[in-house]
Nanobody
Framework: QVQLVESGGGLVQAGGSLRLSCAAS????????MGWFRQVPGKEREFVAA????????YYADSVKGRFTISRDNVGYTVYLQMNSLKPEDTGVYYC?????????????????????WGQGTQVTVSS
């Protein structure tokens, strides 16, 4: 069982930055992949970024590539999403997710059905 708690959301102007954190309670994350997804009302949950805990392979949606960076803290079992050059279309509730014992690859880790555990979400609002 893994519990995930997100933090760091808020209101920011377009062009600004935010860093989201996801603290995971687990005995080990060595076999896990961690992902960030976002959702706005009336739309499906959208993949943002993912990282394979062992090896650190990272994957990004095209819409955030070059602006967002996903990283992990091996000691504190925390995943971060550094978001720069934010745009109004980045607005949404951001969810952290964890998947145990999965493979690598964009198509696997960008699929929300891959993930077993989800946090409660944190709101990010980007004003124009």
């Amino acid at each position: 069982q893994v519990q995930l708690v997100e933090s760091g959301g808020g209101l920011v102007q377009a062009g600004g930055s935010l860093r989201l954190s996801c603290a995971a309670s687990a005995r080990t994350l060595s076999t896990y992949a961690m992902g960030w997804f976002r959702q706005v009302p009336g739309k499906e949950r959208e993949f943002v970024a993912a990282i394979k805990w062992s090896g650190g392979n990272t994957y990004y949606a095209d819409s955030v590539k070059g602006r967002f960076t996903i990283s992990r803290d091996n000691v504190g079992y925390t995943v971060y999403l550094q978001m720069n050059s934010l745009k109004p279309e980045d607005t949404g509730v951001y969810y952290c997710a964890a998947a145990a014992g999965v493979g690598v690859g964009y198509f696997i880790l960008s699929d929300s059905r891959t993930y077993n555990y989800w946090g409660q979400g944190t709101q990010v609002t980007v004003s124009s």
